[in-house]
């Protein structure tokens, strides 16, 4: 049971939720950009939550079914067809034995996550130490592909894609290393988002943000933080982002909104606005609570 890679994608790689227990170890987080996208494809599928599946960032893949296979597209607003039927994303399909699915050019948005039943079969380290980039040829064997009734996602649960977002943000504890004028020039200023984009992080372009000192004690960094380097343009950190690091940190993007930001394209527009830290722990919990 398993699919075969019958092209030569330009990035695509195989992810899971992330490794949070390693980064004392000095591992990268790694796992999905868009966690959202990541756990409603298995929710689709009645995968359980770590169940890996694959991110694609550029459109250009073709997967041959060598068996029956359900699966679920969700993220960016894709071409999608199995042969040359056209489906819909946000939901799920069979392909049957011999036929290819096939993802072209991305309308909106800018990763895909094919998810599959049951998931890959893929050995422990794969996952724990390094996310597998796809090549041609390569065989994906998977575990054990179920085929159950099509679902699809809730129209009202349906994510959009925009080229303006505002990023809720919850100030850090290194908060006090920016006064008042420039705390304020981050929340009134528009950004856009730069070429500067990667796994890492995303860099921001707009009005320099300056601390009162320039560099701090390399520290632990989390998922979303915003850092502020030499030339003071934020950079928000995401899934591959370093473990330590020595720039200050004014605040940290809410989740929810680290997934929009991972769909986002050069040239997005981005408004930062900030809520306390009990808003952030509400409108999460109401959030995920979804995905559970």
Known sequence: MSLIVSNKPIYAIIVGKGRTAHTHLGVKTGGAM???????????????????MIELNF???????????????????????????????????????????????????????IAI?????????DMLFADKRLKLDDKL???APSIV??????????????????LRITLSYQHEDFDDEQK??????????????????????????????????SQGICHGAVQIPKDGQPIVLLADRQTIGGYPII?????????????ASPDTK???????FEEATNISKKFYSQLL
């Open 34 to 52: 868009d966690l959202y996208a990541y756990h409603i494809a298995n929710q689709l599928l009645n995968n359980h939550t770590h169940t890996a």
């Open 59 to 113: 459109g250009g893949l073709v997967l041959e079914a060598l068996c029956d296979v359900l699966f679920a597209i969700t993220g960016a607003v894709c071409e999608a067809t199995i042969d040359t039927r056209p489906i819909a994303i946000w939901q799920t399909h069979i392909i049957r034995r011999g036929e290819s699915l096939n993802i072209g050019r991305f309308l909106s948005g800018s990763r895909v996550y």
């Open 117 to 125: 039943s049951g998931g890959f079969d893929i050995p422990p380290d």
């Open 141 to 143: 064997e998977l575990k």
């Open 149 to 166: 009734a099509t679902r699809r996602l809730k129209s009202s649960m349906l994510p959009s894609y925009d080229h303006s977002l505002t």
């Open 184 to 217: 304020a020039k981050l929340f009134d200023s528009e950004y856009i988002v730069s070429k500067e984009i990667s796994r890492m992080g995303y860099k921001l372009v707009g009005e320099a943000i300056t601390p009162r000192h320039t560099g701090v004690v």
């Open 251 to 263: 605040g940290v993007v809410l989740g929810v909104d680290c997934s929009k930001l991972s769909q």
């Open 270 to 276: 981005i408004k930062f606005r900030q809520i306390s």
